[in-house]
């Protein structure tokens, strides 16, 4: 376990070999025999679940949670629970209303899940300092938090109404630069934006609604002497400059794009990178070698600014 190396390695420099973050998420959860849902609702679980799948995995650096519904619920959108995944956000208070109309408040310490989280990173924060191992914010992105206010009419909105599409983004990039802010002073090392719907939109339509609202976080990460990242899923090939050029130290993408693509775009904009192990093909249903798909990923990646993880 190297939290530095890591630290190093998100920052686009050379590092001696690839660090290590297993994206656990509720997997902590099964991992000490309990249900996501419960783990999640519990601080004293959900930190001993973090540090036990830190500890078994021997990673460099993990997330205090994987969960996209965090800030959506502290805003007043209700949640449906899983024993088995994370939670899904079941109203929109933005499908016919602004933020603004529809009463909207930034979140504050005492919102939503906010408390529990607090408790559970003063838990499992010192724990993971002794095994040298980074603690991890990961906060939902504004477009992807915009769906969660809003519903899939924002896919549309941002073409068809994109006055309307603006005022739900930009709420949800406000919302995220306080996000960013509790998981700083939560103590940890990197804090990133995760933004994975990105990826569904034109390099000029990202460049409209995600850039410049995902620049309140990267601010308040940067002001507060942290690390940060950007990530996002799916094929994002057309938007991958825009990624590159958002601000962050580095990003993150998933395993459907090419890692030598990926490597030389991070090293041409001096940023560092993540993935690729294949999440789906080789880890969940076995159908590549989980062995042969990280030698692959990492002769890739190389020592320079990347990070092996899922992609």
């Not at 040298?132 to 899939?152: E, I, N, R, Y």
């Not at 599409?165 to 934006?193: L, P, Q, R, T, W």
């Amino acid at each position: 376990m190297a939290k530095q190396k890591l630290i190093d390695a998100y920052r686009g420099k050379r590092t001696e070999n690839a660090p290590w973050v297993p994206y656990a998420g509720v997997h902590c959860a099964f991992l000490i025999n309990e249900p996501a849902d419960k783990m999640l609702k519990d601080p004293k679980l959900l930190a001993k679940g973090v540090v036990n799948a830190a500890k078994r995995y021997h990673a460099d650096g993990i997330p205090l949670v994987f969960d996209l519904s965090v800030e959506a619920n502290s805003v007043g959108c209700d949640l449906k629970w899983w024993g088995d995944n994370v939670p899904s956000v079941t109203t929109h208070p933005c499908s016919s209303k602004t933020p603004a109309q529809a009463g909207l408040k930034l979140p504050t310490r005492d919102s939503g899940r906010w408390p529990s989280l607090f408790e559970a990173a003063k838990i499992a924060k010192p724990q993971l300092d002794q095994m040298d191992c980074a603690l991890m914010g990961l906060f939902c992105g504004p477009l992807t938090l915009a769906a969660h206010l809003a519903g899939v009419r924002i896919f549309t909105d941002v073409y068809k109404n994109p006055g309307f599409a603006h005022e739900v983004i930009k709420f949800s990039g406000e919302v995220g630069a306080i996000a960013a802010g509790f998981y700083a002073d939560m103590g940890c090392d990197i804090v990133a934006i995760v933004d994975p719907v990105a990826s569904q939109i034109k390099s000029a339509t990202f460049k409209e609604f995600v850039t410049p609202n995902s620049q309140p976080a990267i601010k308040v990460i940067h002001g507060k002497g942290k690390t940060s990242s950007f990530f996002i899923c799916g094929d994002c090939t057309k938007v991958m400059k825009d990624v590159c050029e958002i601000g962050t130290h580095g990003f993150a993408i998933d395993e459907q794009l090419n890692m030598i693509f990926v490597r030389d775009m991070a090293r041409k904009y001096n940023v560092g990178f993540g993935g690729n192990l294949k999440l789906t093909l080789a880890l969940s249903l076995g159908l590549l070698s989980p062995r042969e798909d990280a030698i692959v990923s990492l002769a890739a990646g190389g020592n320079i600014g990347f990070t092996f993880a899922p992609g």
